[in-house]
């Protein structure tokens, strides 16, 4: 008998679990099927979780399911009942089954290389892991949001093309703009400096581009990054707001998203403790703490990878290195007045071995000190004229960091490499699929 196409409504597997004993309709993709003794045993999954359904011989649509391989589409209807010998503890006593979209052979088996779940990402992000990080990752999102707009912050959009460097040259994707040369994006620093000046207080959260030629764990090509800068605030302020917006985030995932996190094994004692203050360590007192641990380190370089792993086993929280060497660190950031060869910086390190996540400073207002900074970088003022005139035209101290969302989702998740925080990876050695 051939089932014919529900036309009641649909629930999603969560909301089935509140209908025990009651008829309903579900759809999704068969995430598992079997047959055994004239009995078929179907996983279904949806966005919202699995139930096995059981579909048993004479049911309508019984020959399609036998007939049916994972990940095909399908709609069942059925009645639920709590068995705790199902997977997670429901099953749906089918009474009609229909396929949607069939499905040929699975590419993607059990066990497989990481090369080939690579180049099948756009199947392999329906595995129920992926799907549990991208609702963490939603989560984070819509936190950012709320954070800044809660504090009266402005969301503004800064271009993703644009003519001049601001954190080095190395890293930089050119673009060929209509004949002349243009980059990708590394931050959205320069306009955001021009923009306080209309709105104060701003925010972005936007795609940067690195073309990093380091393969490490925690570099993508193009990440998510969120970015503010804020007029008429100083260093201090801008750590305190730097620990409030990760404690906030993190609170919000632990409290909307316990139960992906608890999928993924993560524990969440070390997440629990994420909450203001946050530890500041000088650039030299970390130097002093690699020492402690036989790691030789030369004054005046930013930390790889290595030292921040040594750096951040040491904590259990997040916690700030400040006062980088200037000539570590990008141009605009501000020189500090008690010890001239540093900066008013800090980057922020997630613990557990992690790493960076954020990047702030205070920003040098002085227009010649900015000029003379440009210089010494190797750039050319000429090309920074329109950023300059930020300087000319009512400068005010002002502040500003950016935060790595793929980096601080990768530490919630304690994942092990950062491309599994976002669906399509752009990395060194891939643009596919
Ligand atoms: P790193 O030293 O780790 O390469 P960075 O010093 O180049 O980082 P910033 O220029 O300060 O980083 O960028 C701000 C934030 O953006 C960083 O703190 C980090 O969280 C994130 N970030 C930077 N580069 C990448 C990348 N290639 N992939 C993912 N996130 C990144
Ligand atoms: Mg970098």
Redesign the pocket.
Known sequence: MKAKKETGKFISIEESRKNVGKKVNLRGWVYRIRESKGIIFLVLRDSSGIMQCVIKEGIPGFGDAQKTLNEASVELSGRVIKDDRAPEGFELKAEGFRVVGPAEDFPIKKDQSTELLLDHRHLWIRSRRLTQIFKIRSELFGAIDSFFRGRGFYEIQSPSITSSAC?GGS?LFEVDYFGSKSYLT??WQLYAEAMIASLEKIYCIAP?F?A?KSRTR????E?W?AEAEMAWMDMDENLKLQEEFISFLVQEILKKRKKELEFLGRDLKILEKVKPPFERVTYDEALEILKKKGIKFQWGE???IDEEKVLTSQFDKPFFVVNYPRKAK?FYMKVNPENPKTVLCA??FAPEGY?????GSERETGLKELVKRIKAGGGNPRDYQWYLDTRRFGSVPHSGF???V???LMWICKLDH?RDTIAFPRTINRVYP
Do not use: V
């Not at 925690?218 to 090509?221: G, N």
């Open positions: 954190e890293t590394q931050s940067s690195r990093e925690r570099h993508l090509a990440y990054h930013d930390f790889g990008a980057d922020m790493g960076e996540i954020t990047g950016g935060l790595g793929e980096r601080l950062i």
